[in-house]
């Protein structure tokens, strides 16, 4: 989302909400939205939820900025799921060394837009990204040959989006939680009939 997209959701709740407040937060390290290449913010619904526990703390407690950092850290203001989750945090060279791949592996990566840095981070995703195709290196199959795969990912993802889009937009307390739960309930059963499809075409190729 967009820093325009994250205000709407947030102003009906918190009407004092500016565009101003929320590069504050950003710039005191409460919340760490990612950049698109051309510079711009990118938030998600975590960023939003962290934001409105924020902005709750504020209203309803007075707790200086200080303290609900201390908070967040401990794991206020993230989805149950993830609070009892240790966060991988890789450097570049720590990647390349967990996943097993060389540096033009991953620049391959980053340039086909198959994973993306934050913060000059790698998450477990991205790490699952690279060993992955660091396997499927060995049958022939570079970075440039998986954009049908991660064009049928982004399907999928726009599906989960239409999906879970009317709960947030009712911007109820829980919404964001409800959400959660809702996309990540759908992206199991999405990867699952993914994996069915997969094997199906497979048995039709090898003439079974």
């Known amino acids: 989302m967009s820093i325009g997209e994250v205000l709407a959701l947030l102003q009906g709740e918190f009407p004092d909400v500016t ?39 504020q209203r309803d407690h007075y707790l200086p900025l200080r303290v609900i950092k201390d908070k ?45 840095p934050v913060a000059r981070r790698y998450d477990e995703e991205a790490l699952n990204v690279a060993r992955s195709v660091g396997a499927l290196a060995r049958f022939g199959l570079r970075a440039r040959h998986l954009r049908a795969v991660k064009a049928a990912a982004e399907r999928e993802c726009g599906l989960v989006e239409q ?19 809702v996309a990540r309930e759908l992206s ?5 009939l993914h994996a069915s499809l997969v094997r199906t075409g497979v048995r039709s190729v090898l003439g079974r």
């Open 188 to 192: 199991t059963l999405l990867l699952d």
């Open 163 to 181: 999906t879970v889009a009317p709960i947030l937009k009712r911007r109820a307390p829980g919404a964001i939680g409800e959400a959660d739960e």
């Open 72 to 116: 967040m850290a401990e794991g206020f203001g993230r989805p149950r799921a993830l609070q009892d989750k240790q966060e991988i945090r890789l450097s570049r060279a720590e990647l390349l060394e967990a996943a097993g791949i060389d540096e033009e592996t991953l620049a391959e990566l980053e340039d086909y837009g198959l994973l993306e």
């Open 19 to 57: 565009i101003s407040k929320i590069r504050f937060l950003e710039g005191e390290g409460l919340i760490e939205p990612e950049r698109s290449p051309s510079g711009y913010r990118k938030f998600t619904h975590l960023h939003v939820e962290q934001l409105r526990f924020i902005l709750t703390e």
